[in-house]
């Protein structure tokens, strides 16, 4: 069974600061996503991580993926208020059926 | 505009009564889901469908069934609700074959008293 882990569950961090959400996961994979939810919203696409070494960049956020490692990191560079929201990872089986499994998502809160 | 649509966004029903909530997606997609959100647990799936009359357990299936007889459509149906499906409800779809990401829809709020 594949179980996906996020940490911290709660950040909070003071605008201009650096931080990195990290999740891991329990079984192979080569496909892993992240996700933003604002407060009483839907998910939203941020990255979309498809093998080993990938990185991506939108902004001030910064994802990458070690499949050996079975890791993924979210980077937030010089945080400004409006990255608040709540972060999760899915994680893609590998069995070819799209299934995805969530971590349970980092509160993030940034501080003026 | 290509989107993911839920009907209704807010719902309070009673336990025992029968609900639908539906969803349609306009992009083609062959893959649809459904999650339910709890705090403290993320997301996790209910049932999934491949394309049409195809469908599958996720992971908390049990009081819920789907149906897929069209491509863009994927209710969510709950034949006797109990206060424990009290939840937020997000129908999802995407791409086969490729990686490709899932598109949610705006949810559901679900309340079963």
């Known amino acids: 069974e594949l179980k996906v882990e996020q940490n911290p569950l709660f950040l909070s961090m003071q605008e201009g600061k650096n931080y990195t959400i990290y999740c891991n996961y329990s079984t192979t994979s080569d496909r892993l996503y992240w996700y933003r939810q604002d407060p009483g919203k839907s998910l939203e696409s941020l990255f979309v991580l498809l093998s080993n070494g990938a990185v991506k960049q939108e902004g001030r956020l910064m994802a990458s993926l070690d499949t050996k490692a079975r890791l993924s990191t979210l980077h937030i560079t010089a945080a400004v208020h409006d990255l608040s929201a709540t972060y999760f990872c899915?994680?893609?089986?590998?069995?070819?059926?799209?299934?995805?499994?969530f971590g349970t998502g980092t509160r993030l809160t940034i501080i003026p | 505009e290509a989107q993911v649509t839920q009907n209704p966004r807010y719902l309070i029903t009673v336990t025992g009564k029968k609900l639908t909530v539906t969803c349609s997606q306009n992009m083609n997609h062959e893959y649809m889901s459904w999650y339910r959100q709890d705090p403290g647990l993320g997301l996790r799936q209910i049932y999934y469908s491949m394309n049409v009359e195809v469908t599958d357990k996720g992971d908390v299936p049990e009081g819920y069934k789907v149906s897929r007889k069209e491509k863009r459509n994927f209710p969510l149906i709950l034949e006797s609700p109990s206060p424990n499906q009290t939840s937020l409800y997000f129908c999802a779809s995407s791409l086969v074959g490729a990686a490709n990401e899932q598109f949610f829809g705006p949810g559901t709020r679900l309340t079963v008293l």
């Open positions: 899915a994680v893609e089986h590998n069995f070819g059926n799209e299934k995805l499994t």
